[in-house]
């Protein structure tokens, strides 16, 4: 029986076989990818076969149809050891498929789902631009009907899976109108290959450095009419409930980076003698240890207690706003006093701490800031 609540030996055993995997396969490679700047195309194919894409998605689609609790545990494992792996893992699930099974017709389920769940094959999240960051409703590119296809000129910046060798397309937000001098979003996949569809990779991140991000360029890009995903005019609304679940996603690679981070500690703090003693028997450090411990055990029960919600159909973008806020804020906390625990060691590449303390910050960050979170979570309380 599992100590949570939240969770039943299937789930214990799911994370013991994803942390096995994350220690065999992806371990040993993630300094190198980190320092290098790679997206490693083999180690998705290795995390396809181990089923970590397709996680929700229907048996007969390619899926696993497992619970968001044995999703979300899953990223957390893969970031426990590297947070560029996780973000790979939760774009696909998260904002690639997710939105597709939830919105898409039967043919495009079918034709757009299977190949996502094999690892072999990416899908991007076009949401942000150069002028449409937080202020995501901002977008400027266009999408226009002109017979029975949309042509589409604009760009999007900073999107995740968007431009390796593997990456197969976008979902994306354009404007299609206007309506009582609002813009109409609407929501379009794109495949790559299509002609005046370009992407390029962004390079020299402080975080994620593993993971595929990129830039993508429209150009009189013409769609079948039929790759419409939901309705025209409510693009806006699928790409902020898609993000409500992202975000669920997100703190999980804050919350494993900072289980990583806080072992680590544990185990420096344990062996590192000063004065005659291991520094753990000092109170000063003992003492941020238990913060360290206090922070990732209210972490995971309301990111857990959000998954759960989700799960049994009950409203839950809420809990994710806040599950998502503390998490990457404990995050941040618990990275930065991992380096203080270490000294100096841990400012030196290829210490995996050195690389936690860049990573983390992103998730401040990306789908949704603190500040927007905030205002959010402020909403829900009729502000
Ligand atoms: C590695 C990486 C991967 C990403 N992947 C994707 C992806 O796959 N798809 C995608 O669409 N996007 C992606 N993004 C973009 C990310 O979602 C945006 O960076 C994020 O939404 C913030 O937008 P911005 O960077 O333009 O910041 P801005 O919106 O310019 O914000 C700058 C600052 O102003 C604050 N601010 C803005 N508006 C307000 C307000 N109303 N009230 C208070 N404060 C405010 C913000 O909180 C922030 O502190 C990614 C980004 C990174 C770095």
């Known amino acids: ?35 290098q700047e790679i997206f490693s195309v083999e180690l998705t194919a290795k995390m396809g076969e181990a089923g970590f894409f397709g996680i929700q998605a229907p048996k007969d689609l390619g899926g696993q149809e497992l619970d968001t609790l044995s999703y979300i545990i899953i990223v957390e494992e893969i970031a426990r050891i590297d947070s560029s792996q996780a973000a790979t893992v939760a774009a696909v699930n998260s904002l690639a498929i997710a939105p597709i099974l939830k919105y898409g017709t039967e043919e ?22 150069e002028n449409a960051g937080s202020d995501a409703m901002g977008s400027e590119t266009t999408a226009v009907l002109e017979g029975d296809h949309w042509v589409i000129n604009g ?3 900073h999107i995740t899976n968007s431009s390796s060798s593997i990456a197969g397309g976008v979902t994306l937000q354009a404007v299609t109108g206007e309506k009582k001098g609002r813009k109409r979003l609407s929501a379009i996949l794109v495949e790559r290959g299509t002609p005046g569809f370009t992407s390029e990779p962004s390079k020299n991140k402080m975080m994620w450095r593993a993971s595929d991000t990129g830039k993508l360029y429209f150009k009189d890009c013409r769609v079948p009419a039929g790759n419409l995903l939901g309705e025209e005019g409510q693009g806006g609304r699928i790409m902020l409930n898609t993000l409500d679940a992202g975000r669920l996603s997100i703190a999980a690679v804050g919350l494993g980076l900072a289980r990583g981070a806080m072992e680590a500690s544990v185990e420096h703090a344990k062996s590192r003698v000063q004065f005659g003693k291991p520094i753990s028997k000092f109170q000063a450090v003992g003492f941020k ?15 857990y207690n959000a ?14 706003a806040i599950s998502k806020l503390y998490t990457s804020e404990i995050a ?7 380096v203080q625990v270490h000294g100096a060691k841990g400012l030196f590449k290829p210490h995996p701490i050195e690389r936690f303390y860049r990573d983390q910050r992103l998730l401040q960050i990306g789908e949704g800031t603190s500040e927007i979170l905030r205002l959010v979570i402020s909403r829900y309380m009729g502000l």
């Open 1 to 35: 029986m599992s100590g949570n609540p939240f969770l039943t030996d299937k789930h214990e055993a799911l994370r013991q076989r994803v942390r096995e995997f994350a220690e065999r396969e992806i371990k040993p490679l993630a300094a190198e990818l980190d320092e």
């Open 108 to 129: 495009q389920k079918r034709t757009y789902v299977p190949p996502l769940c094999t690892g072999k094959r990416t899908w991007a999240f076009g949401l942000t631009e």
């Open 155 to 157: 760009a999007k910046t």
């Open 289 to 303: 240890l238990a913060d360290m411990d206090m922070k990732i055990e209210l972490a995971r029960n309301t990111l």
């Open 307 to 320: 998954c759960w919600r989700k799960d049994n159909n009950l409203q839950f973008a809420r809990e994710a």
């Open 332 to 338: 941040r906390e618990v990275a930065d006093e991992a």
